[in-house]
């Protein structure tokens, strides 16, 4: 069965200049895809391709200017009651009463749904939230509150999750929890997620299917996750920033692989074999080197290699 089904879809913009509507700005340029209940799916592209703009004209927060989108079958905006009950879109947009607490907050989204605020007691316990019931959310550090953000899409129980970006601001510790705690009810409730996020562990582990979007809210590909990370060159980058500028055969020196922005430095790595050796090889030289930290490669690196055609077979 078809969870969601996204045919011809665009979005238009106004530019506005000073007071006045300027020209249309295409940012969904006819998106057709569909998900089947149960998969998993990322959506991946540059900054501004309209990744955002796609959630929100699935979950009904904007209108597309063409196309037609179904959830379980039902036409969003025939019948857009049954479209919103079936799934939750948690977004960093979202904004608290801040003076309210945890508590109040649950029970004023679970009113809102119709559901008791108590069936999401298990969540925010395994958040490690659940002694902050009666704290006002404007004690919550922003990891905290992304957690509420969740919480907030669960107390739904939906049946469709959209997700946009919440991980992105947590610790590994925090990540971890909510990624296993959305696998576990992925497999508990049969959920379809859609959600754009760039960290390959993440997608890794919770979706089937990425959705490329390329510049100008085009639909560039659609792979399996399977398929595209093992087209991943490279799984680790080290960024170095230079007090003293070296030459490129200097630089070759500490690692083969690596871009030179003015004086930030950006290595590549295959795997923790590499990295540790191109970091002793720093190490050596700082009397160049100012500083440098190391981490894992995003998907938006594998967007940019593909466009350089750097992984060939795309
Ligand atoms: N409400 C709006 N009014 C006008 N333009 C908008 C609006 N929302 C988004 N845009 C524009 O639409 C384009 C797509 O924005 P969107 O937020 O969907 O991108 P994104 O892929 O989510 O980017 P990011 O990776 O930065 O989150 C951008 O050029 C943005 O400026
Ligand atoms: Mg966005």
């Known amino acids: ?13 106004y530019v506005t200049e000073r007071f006045f509507l300027g020209p249309k700005k295409r ?3 006819n998106i057709s895809f569909t998900v089947e209940r149960g998969q998993n799916v990322a959506i991946i592209g540059p900054n501004g391709c309209g990744k955002t703009t796609l959630l929100k004209t699935i979950s009904t927060i904007y209108l597309p200017d063409e196309g037609t989108i179904r959830v379980f079958g039902n036409d969003i905006f025939r019948h857009p009651e049954q479209a919103r009950r079936a799934f939750s879109f ?9 003076k ?6 649950m029970k004023f989204f679970g009113r809102v749904v119709g559901k008791r605020p108590e069936y999401i007691i298990p969540f925010l316990k395994r958040m490690g939230i659940l002694h902050m019931m009666d704290t006002r959310l404007e004690g919550f550090s922003e990891g905290q509150k992304a957690m509420v953000r969740l919480a907030i899409g669960f107390i739904k129980d939906p049946k469709i999750l959209m997700l946009d970006e919440v991980v992105v601001s947590l610790d590994v ?6 990624i296993n705690f959305i696998l576990e009810q992925d497999e508990l409730r049969d959920l379809t997620i859609l959600m754009v996020d760039h960290e390959p562990t993440v997608v890794d ?25 093992a087209m991943v060159p490279y799984r680790f980058d080290i960024n ?27 290595y590549f790595a295959h795997d923790e074999s590499e990295v ?33 055609g750097k992984l060939g077979k795309f």
Request: with cysteine; charged share 35%.
């Open 173 to 178: 510790e925090r990540k971890e929890r909510i």
């Open 276 to 308: 540790d050796e191109i970091i002793k090889q720093l190490l050596k030289r700082s009397r160049f080197v100012l500083e440098f930290s190391t981490s894992g490669v995003s998907l938006k690196d594998v967007y940019f290699w593909m466009m350089e």
């Open 100 to 105: 309210l607490s945890l508590r109040q907050t």
């Open 205 to 229: 582990r919770l979706c089937d299917k990425i959705i490329i979007l390329d510049k100008g809210g085009v639909l560039y590909k659609i792979v399996s996750v399977k398929e595209l990370l």
């Open 240 to 266: 170095v920033s230079l007090k003293k500028d070296m030459s490129d055969k200097q630089l070759a020196s500490i690692g083969s692989d690596f871009r030179r922005y003015g004086n930030k430095i950006r």
């Open 90 to 98: 948690v977004s960093p947009a979202l904004n608290f009463q801040n």
């Open 27 to 29: 940012v969904l340029d």
């Open 1 to 13: 069965m078809k969870a969601l089904e996204v045919d011809g879809v665009s979005k238009d913009f």
